[in-house]
C-alpha cells in the first residue's frame, strides 16, 4: 500500500521559515517525480513546486519562486520543501504528490497518481 505522509506544518509569523517533508513508503519512490500542491480556504488546489526523480531539475510557481525549494533524499524516500519569507498568502494546507510514470507535465495535478493527506501552514501577519 502506497503512502505518502506529509509533516512540518504549523503556525509561523510572516517572514519566517517551515521545511515540510514527505515520505513515501509502499513503493519505488528513486524513479517518480514528486510534486507539492497547496490548497487555501475557498480556492482550487494549485501548484507549488516538482522535482524529476533524478533531483537535477526542479519546477516551481511564480508565487513561490525564489523563497521555496523542492528537494529529494532517494535514500530516505522523502522530498522536502523549504519555505523561506513567509507570506500570509501562503497560508494554505500543502500537499504532496507522486507521479511514477515517465509523461505528464510537472504543474498538472492529473499527472500525480499518489497524494498524501495534507498539512497545515498557516502565516501570520
Known amino acids: 500500500q502506497v503512502q505518502l505522509v506529509e509533516s512540518g506544518g504549523g503556525l509561523v509569523q510572516a517572514g519566517g521559515s517551515l521545511r515540510l517533508a514527505c515520505a513515501v513508503s509502499?513503493?519505488?519512490?528513486?524513479?517518480?517525480?514528486m510534486g507539492w500542491f497547496r490548497q487555501a480556504p475557498g480556492k482550487e488546489r494549485e501548484f507549488v513546486a516538482a522535482?524529476?526523480?533524478?533531483?537535477?531539475?526542479?519546477y516551481y510557481a511564480d508565487s513561490v519562486k525564489g523563497r521555496f525549494t523542492v528537494s529529494r533524499d532517494n535514500t530516505k524516500n522523502t522530498v522536502y520543501l523549504q519555505m523561506n519569507s513567509l507570506k500570509p498568502e501562503d497560508t494554505a494546507v500543502y500537499y504532496c504528490?507522486?507521479?511514477?510514470?515517465?509523461?505528464?507535465?510537472?504543474?498538472?495535478?492529473?499527472?500525480?497518481?499518489?497524494w498524501g493527506q495534507g498539512t497545515q501552514v498557516t502565516v501570520s501577519s
Open positions: 509502499g513503493r519505488t519512490f528513486s524513479t517518480s517525480a
Open positions: 522535482i524529476r526523480w533524478s533531483g537535477t531539475t526542479t
Open positions: 504528490a507522486e507521479n511514477p510514470t515517465y509523461g505528464g507535465s510537472y504543474y498538472r495535478e492529473g499527472t500525480y497518481v499518489y
